[in-house]
T-cell receptor
């Protein structure tokens, strides 16, 4: 089955700098890659997703890139702000049965 | 107001007792999922269901049971066979061939 590895587990960046979180997946059939943000004590919320027919997708300060050959995908947050502090989860789904397999999460701290 | 509701928010159970966590959605989503969240472990899939009266085991189904008698409801029972049940449990739903999950706000279960 699918296995998703996520790095780093913790990331601290200065406010205004960029943050990058990287994930790898194992199942070459995976074709849907969502990213979720979970603020302390709250439910995970979908922030951006990408399908395998696209190499990059951007939404304001957030972008996701996908390299299908290498089975890598990454989340890029530019001009970080205090409200970006949260745990971020990457995930992959082969869409055969719609279940999503999550990475272990990255705790992002934005330093003032 | 459409959404997915989990109850209760906090639940305490004595060892050896079964307990049922509620998950209800009014989004008309076909698929529903149960995840368990432990610190540093990410989100691990317990059970999922794509259609009424049908469900499949996830990666950590042992000690858990579910039912899907109605499209809107997907209760999870944590049985006494689950060796380490203290965790945060998240329910989610999605449209099949989907745009990502919508998560409930979670139930924190503590065994005392």
């Amino acid at each position: 089955g699918e296995n998703v590895e996520q790095h780093p587990s913790t990331l601290s960046v200065q406010e205004g700098d960029s943050a990058v979180i990287k994930c790898t997946y194992s199942d070459s059939a995976s074709n849907y890659f969502p990213w979720y943000k979970q603020e302390l004590g709250k439910r995970p919320q979908l922030i951006i997703d990408i399908r395998s027919n696209v190499g990059e997708k951007k939404d304001q300060r957030i972008a996701v890139t996908l390299n299908k050959t290498a089975k890598h995908f990454s989340l890029h947050i530019t001009e970080t702000q205090p409200e970006d502090s949260a745990v971020y989860f990457c995930a992959a789904s082969p869409n055969r049965d719609d279940k999503i397999i999550f990475g272990k999460g990255t705790r992002l701290h934005i330093l003032p | 107001d459409g959404g997915i509701t989990q109850s209760p928010k906090y639940l305490f159970r004595k060892e050896g007792q079964n307990v049922t966590l509620s998950c209800e959605q009014n989004l008309n989503h076909d698929a529903m999922y149960w995840y368990r969240q432990d610190p540093g472990q990410g989100l691990r899939l317990i059970y999922y269901s794509q259609i009424v009266n049908d469900f499949q085991k996830g990666d950590i189904a042992e000690g858990y049971s579910v039912s899907r008698e109605k499209k809107e409801s997907f209760p999870l029972t944590v049985t006494s066979a689950q060796k380490n049940p203290t965790a945060f449990y998240l329910c989610a739903s999605s449209i099949l061939y989907f745009d990502g999950y919508t998560f409930g706000s979670g139930t924190r279960l503590t065994v005392v």
